[in-house]
């Protein structure tokens, strides 16, 4: 049976529907790209169908993408506002909750992100971007990685497993 994603009530952060397993494996995993395809590989169907969407709702939680993040006073693209979002998710628990609370702005975390000189350029991880899997290449972010191993061990595109139905 396909699970789409939990849409987090009207006014709700969406921080409730992040499990708590998927940034313990974040936060565990980081910075070691390597090291998240091992644990992959190792999880069962339920728990890569599970991890793919807690990645996409936490990403989603910071802005509506299509809103764009303001920096350096320009209006970022729906694309490059899913893209920023998803590179804090992968900064972990801490920093993404940091984001959340107001401790410094989605435009804060774009000069990061940029790799400009920014006061939280400390709290950043860069991932080592390296896969063992050849096959994996192609998917080398926290947040991407899910849908190769997937392929590879199912046989499935993952987003539509989880759209169908």
């Known amino acids: 049976m396909a699970r789409t994603p939990v849409i987090p009530p009207e006014g709700s952060t969406g921080t409730e529907n992040v499990p708590g397993w998927f940034w313990e494996v974040l936060d ?4 070691s790209l390597s090291a998240l395809e091992s644990w992959l ?22 802005i509506d993408f ?5 920096v350096d006073g320009a209006v970022w ?35 990061a992100y940029l790799g400009r ?3 939280l350029v400390r709290d950043v991880t860069q991932w080592d971007g390296r896969v063992r899997r050849p096959e994996h290449t192609g998917y080398a972010s ?6 190769g191993v997937y ?8 987003y539509e497993r989880l759209t169908a139905g």
């Open 41 to 62: 590989e190792a999880q069962p169907r339920d728990r890569l169908e599970a991890y793919a969407p807690a990645y996409l709702e936490a990403a989603e939680s910071l």
């Open 77 to 111: 693209s729906e694309d490059s506002t899913e893209d920023l979002c998803m590179w804090v998710v992968g900064q972990g628990r801490a920093f993404w909750r940091s984001t959340i609370e107001g401790t410094w702005t989605l435009a804060d975390a774009a000069q």
């Open 117 to 119: 000189p920014a006061p």
């Open 28 to 31: 565990t995993t980081r910075p």
């Open 142 to 147: 926290p947040g991407t990685l899910v849908h």
């Open 151 to 158: 392929r590879t061990r199912f046989g499935q595109d993952l």
């Open 66 to 70: 299509s809103e764009g993040v303001t």
